[in-house]
Every structure is written in structure tokens, then in C-alpha cells.
């Protein structure tokens, strides 16, 4: 079957550093994608990774192990705008992506 | 670039009449897009496949006959969701493939909130 885990909810403060953990199980990988979407907005893209290591871009940060079935947005700098729920998606063979139920992160000054 | 539009972003209507809902791509040719329903609090649950000038594929449990799916042109499709019901009310997405980091990435329109009364 297919199955992608992450945390419901998470809090942290203002300035500080969090990660987000994603692991999957799924037949077939094309790559895993990380969304962000605020409330009552649709996802906007931050990340793709489709081979094992760590991907950089500003404060924002993916990290994929294949073999484990595990990845990690991680946020630096952390600022309030950044409260939002962030969503693990994987391709699988097809261009379908298949989306976890998504972090609620929320920020705190 | 990668901008895809949805019209309208809100709509209320009476049970048992249809909606359509509109996603565009602005910039960018979609041969394939893909229509997903959210409901509060839950993540996105892929509805249907649409592909230009063929016919939508629809994900298990969804009813085709009623969310019909045209994919007229490379940047235009639509969803229509004939004899709504309160049951149907949901935050719909559309969202058309394109290419980003060197892999098709799929771009989300602002969704379409639908309340059926």
C-alpha cells in the first residue's frame, strides 16, 4: 500500500530551527516534494529531491535517504510567516503525487 | 513564471444545481492536470488525472459521471460538479504539470471553496 507519515502538529519560536520528519512507503519513487500551504491557500512548491542527500535553498533545507523511506524539511530563521502546514508528497510511478496529511507548524515570537 | 489560475475562488449554491470551476495555466503549456479536493484540516486527496484532448482518469471511490472533467486546451480544464450536494461542500485545487529543477512539477492554482446549502 501506499502510506506517508508526518507529525500533525508542531510549534517552535521565532528565530529558532525546526525539522520536519516525512518517511513513506510507496510502490515506486519518483522523488519527494515538499509544499507549503497556508491556511485556506493552495500549496506553493519549496522543494524536490529525488536522490539521497541534502538539498539547500535559503532557509530552507530537504534532505532525502532512499533506502530508509525518511526525509526532513528543515526551516532555519524560523519567522512568523513561516506558520503554515507543510506537506510531503511523493511521485510514484506515474506523475500522480501522493500527499501526506501535512505538519501544522506554528510559529511562536 | 508557473502561475495557474482558478475562477472562482468562492462560489454558494443551492443543492442539486451544478458548478463549474476553471483552471488555467497562465504562463505555460499543461498537457496534464490534475484536480484534488481538501476537506478542513485534511490534506489533498487527488480526484482525477486530466489530460489535454483525452479523457480524464478518476481515482478510486470517485464518481465520474459526476465531477465531469474537460481538458479543452494545453493551459484550460474544467471541473464540473453536476447536482451538488452539502456533502460536496470542499476546497477544491487544480494543479497543472510543469517543468521545475529539471523535473515536472506539479503547480497549484488557488483553489475554489464550494459551499452547497
Known amino acids: 500500500g501506499q502510506n506517508i507519515d508526518q507529525p500533525t502538529e508542531m510549534t517552535a519560536t521565532e528565530g529558532a530551527i525546526v525539522q520536519i520528519n516525512c518517511t513513506y512507503q510507496?510502490?515506486?519513487?519518483?522523488?519527494l516534494f515538499w509544499y507549503q500551504q497556508h491556511a485556506g491557500e493552495a500549496p506553493t512548491f519549496l522543494s524536490y529531491n529525488v536522490l539521497d542527500g541534502l538539498e539547500e535553498k535559503g532557509r530552507f533545507s530537504s534532505f532525502l535517504s532512499r533506502s530508509k523511506g525518511y526525509s526532513y524539511l528543515l526551516l532555519k530563521e524560523l519567522q512568523m510567516k513561516d506558520s503554515a502546514s507543510y506537506l510531503c508528497a511523493v511521485s510514484s510511478n506515474t506523475d500522480k503525487l501522493i500527499f501526506g496529511t501535512g505538519t501544522r507548524l506554528q510559529v511562536f515570537p | 513564471g508557473a502561475v495557474v489560475s482558478q475562477h472562482p475562488s468562492w462560489v454558494i449554491c443551492k443543492s442539486g444545481t451544478s458548478v463549474k470551476i476553471e483552471c488555467r495555466s497562465l504562463?505555460?503549456?499543461?498537457?496534464?492536470m490534475f484536480w484534488y479536493r481538501q476537506f478542513p484540516k485534511q490534506s489533498l486527496m487527488l480526484m482525477a488525472t486530466s489530460n489535454e484532448g483525452s479523457k480524464a482518469t478518476y481515482e478510486q471511490g470517485v464518481e465520474k459521471d459526476k465531477f465531469l472533467i474537460n481538458h479543452a486546451s494545453l493551459t484550460l480544464s474544467t471541473l464540473t460538479v453536476t447536482s451538488a450536494h452539502p456533502e460536496d461542500s470542499s476546497f477544491y485545487i487544480c494543479?497543472?504539470?510543469?517543468?521545475?529543477?529539471?523535473?515536472?512539477?506539479?503547480?497549484f492554482g488557488p483553489g475554489t471553496r464550494l459551499t452547497v446549502l
Open positions: 494543479s497543472a504539470e510543469g517543468l521545475a529543477g529539471g523535473t515536472d512539477t506539479q503547480y
Open positions: 504562463d505555460f503549456q499543461a498537457t496534464t
Open positions: 510507496t510502490s515506486g519513487f519518483n522523488g
